[in-house]
């Protein structure tokens, strides 16, 4: 398994060696960044499983690159700052930190944060892989369909159809859009055919179907109640 990422930001030398080493030991692989700017640079080529941030640094705020982090992204951010910024904290929190700790901690109360966020965020991951219909369970990582736990067959053809309406999910497709090739005709005849089979592979009462619904002049729609 390959280590996971972090990107450690701040302006103190002494605290980015010392977590770095620290780190690395526990079987991290750490990037470092001494300010802002800088950490922008690398994260425009780089993507990690973890950000570590100082809250305040001379050459810009901590909150904005996290604001802009989380308008494109889902890494989990740990925002560090100086004893007693409780507001600072709070506004950290409203715009997506995820957990923040206040200067000065001990190397291994980050280590518990760490582990603690990263598995969180494994068991997210994990659940988006997985799109739930009635008792159905579609893996987008395998692209295979279960119900109730034994495998359903698709054909190439077929799981390429379900996957269109899983990616877009209660929201209308039209034939147009669902269709493999630049469509005419018999390309959108090939749809319905496609739904068609589907519908027998995955309804219980094919002419009556609860999951992949039609939106009469519009398309096909896969209704999908998330939990």
Known sequence: ??????LLVDDDE???DLLKDYLSKKD?????????????????????????????MPSGDGIDLIEDIKKISKTPIIMLTAMGENNEKIKGLKIGT???????FEPEEL???????????????????LINFGNFIYDTKANSLKFNNEDVYLTEGENS???????????????????????????????????????????????????????????????CKEI
């Open 1 to 6: 398994m390959s280590k996971k990422t972090i």
């Open 14 to 16: 002494r605290l980015r």
């Open 28 to 56: 991290f692989k750490v990037y470092t960044s001494q300010d802002v700017i800088e950490a922008k640079e690398i994260l425009n080529f780089f993507i990690f499983d973890l950000i570590i941030l100082d809250r305040m």
């Open 98 to 104: 995820d957990d923040y700790l206040s200067k000065p």
């Open 111 to 129: 280590y518990l944060r760490i582990k603690n966020l990263l598995k969180l965020y494994e068991n997210i991951n994990q659940a988006e892989l």
């Open 161 to 223: 159809l379900l996957l269109k309406l899983i990616n877009n999910r209660n929201d209308t497709l039209s034939r147009e859009e669902l269709a493999e090739k630049e469509f005419d005709e018999s390309e959108l005849r090939k749809v319905d055919v496609g739904i068609t089979r589907l519908r027998q592979k995955i309804e219980k009462v094919p002419k009556q179907p609860q999951h992949i619904k039609t939106i009469r002049g519009k398309g096909y729609m896969l209704i």
